[in-house]
């Protein structure tokens, strides 16, 4: 599959004590969870600060190219001064221990661990600082795993401040709106629109509106993988002429209760992710457990995430297989001791 798709380790307790009540048109208290989103979201963009600044150190490992659109005598010049350029150690250090695909964008956090025990041990470090002190004295304990000195001293890179929280906490609400109302229009035979989409009837939406929805509110408090242009297991089963394992299923559990009050949602969920803003099957990470899995979402290539947005690179390589491969790994493993799950890309 083109495009990014992330992998999230699933929390059931959110789906069913948060998003339950709002398909079924009850209120919930949103506090808990926004403060959550809030602390999340302040302390994924510290530490993408460290990430930037070290892809931006490790990029003058290399001298920079001509410029086409430069004059002749200009490409001439730099092709020459490249002969004699003399990178600074710490960009070669920093080259060689840094994976964009994986520290930067894969990964919910700058994390360059090698386990998926120590990576999940991470996300949970990252995930419960309070201050961006904290996240600073993780985020530089990560990179001493790649250079001491360099982890000394590296400075945050300059990035678009966070919009403030009130008003983060404004969008959150109006998002959760949104899935209490695409239920409520459902149930009612009343059409449904967003802001940028022509209303719809609400029925024919919710099977491809709600699963996004609401894995996305989910996303705001549990931190996600990301890889780009890989197929799921089912897929990869199917083009190899064998059966897919037992572990994967549709992700009837996480939407439970909007299953049995919307039939044609529980028609439509299934193993593949087949469009942008699909979601996908849940792994299980035992057979002998109650679907600790985990769902997945389908993003079109031109999706972005958070300051560079969802800008993981473009085109097939095997950092994609292999990034897409650790982060179900170290998702499937995040979840377990919390009766959580893991969704599979696909």
């Known amino acids: 599959m083109k495009g990014y798709v992330s992998f999230h380790p699933v929390d059931l307790s959110f789906f069913d004590e948060f998003i339950a009540p709002l398909v079924q048109g009850r209120k919930v208290n949103p506090d808990a969870f926004v403060q959550q989103a809030s602390d999340l979201r302040r302390n994924a963009w510290t530490a993408r600060r460290f990430a930037i600044a070290v892809e931006q150190l490790a990029a003058t490992s290399v001298p920079p190219e001509a410029d086409p659109a430069a004059s002749r005598w200009r490409r001439l010049r730099t092709n020459l001064e490249k002969i004699d350029y003399r990178p600074d150690e710490m960009a070669v250090k920093a080259a060689k221990g840094f994976d964009p695909d994986l520290h930067l964008e894969g990964r919910p956090f700058f994390i360059a661990e090698g386990s998926a025990e120590k990576v999940a041990g991470a996300v949970d470090a990252y995930t419960a600082a309070t201050s961006e002190a904290a996240v600073e004295k993780i985020v530089r304990d990560q990179l001493s795993r790649i250079d001491a000195k360099l982890a000394q001293e590296i400075e945050p890179a300059e ?103 919307f039939p044609a949602l529980r028609d439509a969920l299934g193993l593949e992710l087949r469009r942008p803003r699909d979601v996908g099957g849940l792994r299980c990470a035992r057979r002998d457990r109650p679907a600790p899995s985990v769902p997945r979402r389908a993003r079109s290539a031109d999706h972005q995430r958070g300051g560079t947005r969802r800008r993981r690179s473009d085109g097939d390589d095997p950092h994609a297989q292999d990034q897409g491969v650790r982060g179900l790994r170290a998702a499937a493993r995040l979840r377990l001791p919390r009766g959580l799950r893991h969704p599979p890309a696909g």
Do not use: N
Not at 205 to 229: K, S, V, Y
């Open 159 to 261: 990035i678009a401040e966070l919009s403030s929280d009130l008003g983060y906490r404004s969008d959150v609400l109006r998002l959760l709106t949104k899935i209490h109302e695409l239920a409520r229009c459902a149930r009612e035979g009343r059409g449904f629109g967003d802001d940028d989409a022509a209303p719809r009837p609400a029925a024919e939406a919710l099977p491809e509106e709600l699963p996004w929805r609401a894995l996305e509110m989910h996303a705001r408090q549990t931190p996600f993988w990301i890889a780009r242009d890989v197929d799921g297991l089912e897929t990869i089963c199917r083009a190899a002429g064998v059966r897919a394992p037992d572990c994967l299923a549709p992700a009837w559990r996480v939407y439970a209760e909007a299953c049995e009050a």
